[in-house]
């Protein structure tokens, strides 16, 4: 299947794998670009600009496919060090970078002298035109329903898909709530030339977590999620438990007076504790309300070939029996 997004990234199926904390090491960005899709290595996961350099070089050798690096631009008084990483990204030769969490203009003169491809991830049409007004590539248009970071205008993809294609010029993907061949369909029907998938990819053979992380998304359903840090104006999408529950008390009991410091202990550090030692209650982590269509651990290749055979399936039977 070729779209404006397979042609923009040279991949064979219009499907990326969005950058995930403590999720996105090498081997499911290498997975996934073997699959035909696009891996992402998430940055940040890596605790220096040295580490991200010997994590690139680590699925060179396990891919000679694409594969991108995400930069999460975090709200916090002291930034990570952003220019050794992009050095590292630019030194390491990637060719695909997904930014996200903040306007990447900053960033652009550096990653389009190298003459990398920029896909910003971001959550209202606003946010996305002023991304391409400022250079980038591609968009990646996560809506209401995903994991993560789902913002503050919550805009459900059944309507700001069709909102993004009317306004947008340069390729974009749907992201949030992607989850099988139906969301590829929809998500092309609505005008998106692709899909971003963040919480399927976790429950895959290859996604280097703690098999308890791929138990609790497989037992899930799409009622088990929940928003945290919205007085914050941080809003999470995040897979219930005690330690979110607790944290939505405080939320209720502080109101407005509410500060971070309230409740960092159930959200710093708690990603490798989830992800690497499997313990769920460590606090709240990221989980997209498409937690209640997965059903199974397949292999990347096993889930991508899927999608993309019962997707042609779709639209050559039932839409076009429909339309017949
Ligand atoms: C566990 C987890 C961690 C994530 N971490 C990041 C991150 O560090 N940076 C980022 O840009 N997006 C992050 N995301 C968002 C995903 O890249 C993607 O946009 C989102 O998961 C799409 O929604 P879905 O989960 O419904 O597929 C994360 C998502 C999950 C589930």
């Known amino acids: 299947m070729k779209t404006r997004i397979t042609e923009l990234l040279g991949i064979e199926h219009p499907i990326i ?32 600009p040295d580490d991200l350099a010997r994590e690139i070089a680590r699925c060179r050798t396990l891919t000679n496919k694409p594969f991108g690096v995400n930069l999460t631009f975090l709200p916090v008084v ?8 992009v050095k590292a990204i630019v030194e ?7 930014t996200a969490g903040n306007n990447p203009a900053k960033w652009m003169p550096i990653l389009k002298e190298h003459g990398i491809t920029v896909i910003h991830k971001c959550t209202t049409v606003r946010h ?24 503050e205008d919550d805009i459900p993809n059944m309507i700001l898909l069709p909102r993004a294609a009317d306004e947008l ?5 749907a992201s949030g709530g992607m989850a099988d061949a139906r969301s590829l369909v929809a998500a092309l029907a609505l005008g998106a030339d692709g899909i971003n998938m963040g919480t399927r990819f976790i429950a895959t053979k290859e996604a280097p977590v703690h098999d308890n992380v791929k138990q609790a998304i497989l037992a899930a359903t799409e009622l088990d999620t929940r928003l945290v840090m919205r007085p914050l104006r941080n809003t999470e999408r995040v897979l219930t438990n005690a330690a979110v529950e607790r944290l939505l008390a405080t939320e209720r009991t502080l109101g407005a007076n509410i500060s971070f410091a309230d409740i960092a202990k159930e959200v710093s550090g708690v990603y490798p504790r989830v992800m690497l030692d499997g313990d769920m209650d460590a606090g709240a982590w990221s989980c997209g309300m498409v937690a209640g269509l997965i059903h199974d651990i397949p292999t990347v290749q096993e889930l991508i070939d899927r999608i993309m055979q019962e997707a042609k399936r779709l639209i050559a039977g039932r839409l076009a029996n429909l339309a017949a």
């Open 128 to 151: 996305a035109l002023k991304a391409e007004s400022v250079g980038v590539d591609a968009l990646s248009i996560d809506g209401f329903e995903c994991g993560g970071h789902p913002g």
């Open 169 to 173: 010029k340069v390729p974009f993907v």
């Open 92 to 98: 390491g030769g990637v060719r695909i970078v997904e």
């Open 17 to 48: 794998q969005g950058g995930m904390h403590f999720v996105g090491f090498a081997e499911l960005a290498a997975a996934v670009s073997n699959a035909g899709g696009l891996g992402i290595i998430t940055g940040l996961t890596q605790k220096t």
């Open 78 to 85: 002291e930034a990570p060090d952003y220019p050794g990483y």
